[in-house]
């Protein structure tokens, strides 16, 4: 995919400046309603189109969470991944890349010059865990969990 209209416009600076002010994940409404403080006849098709723009050009990471909602966050130059609590969305950021052995192995095998990639693991925080081991818990996909 090419990277089209890369010009800075005030609501893609504005965007952009909402999502690092925030400093975690947040979802293209939870965008809207911080920015529109600042521009409130900003709409919701000119977030999703600048999020598109800036995720293309790498400067913001997509992380799609089990419950179906894209959240943003700006790209780490040390990238990191993140696990996602099934029951309650809550994410963190694994420090430390698993995947870099294996990225050498494929580029060798392959013949790839792999540049990015992403890596979420999915199960339950500590809080959504802690019920008796015969609890039953339903996760955000709808699936039962015995």
């Known amino acids: ?15 952009l400046a ?8 947040l979802t293209a409404e939870q965008i809207l309603t911080a920015a529109r403080k600042t521009l ?9 189109r600048n999020l598109e723009q800036l995720s293309n050009q790498q400067i913001i990471t997509r992380l799609i969470h089990p419950d179906g909602v894209t959240r943003y966050r700006i790209t ?18 694994i420090s430390q890349c698993p995947l870099d052995c294996l990225t050498l192995q494929i580029e060798e095998s392959t013949g790839f010059k792999i540049t ?6 999915y199960g339950y925080c500590a809080e959504c865990s802690s019920g008796s081991p ?12 015995m």
Do not use: F, W
């Open 1 to 15: 995919m090419s990277v089209k209209n890369t010009r800075q416009t005030k609501q893609k600076s504005l965007i």
């Open 18 to 25: 909402t999502i690092r002010k925030a400093g975690r994940l």
């Open 40 to 48: 409130p006849k900003l709409a919701l098709t000119t977030v999703y």
């Open 76 to 93: 780490d130059e040390l990238h990191n991944h993140d696990v996602v609590c099934l029951n309650c969305s809550k994410t963190l950021e």
């Open 116 to 121: 990015a990639h992403q890596l979420t693991l």
């Open 134 to 145: 015969d609890s039953e818990t339903k996760d955000n996909l709808g699936v039962e969990h």
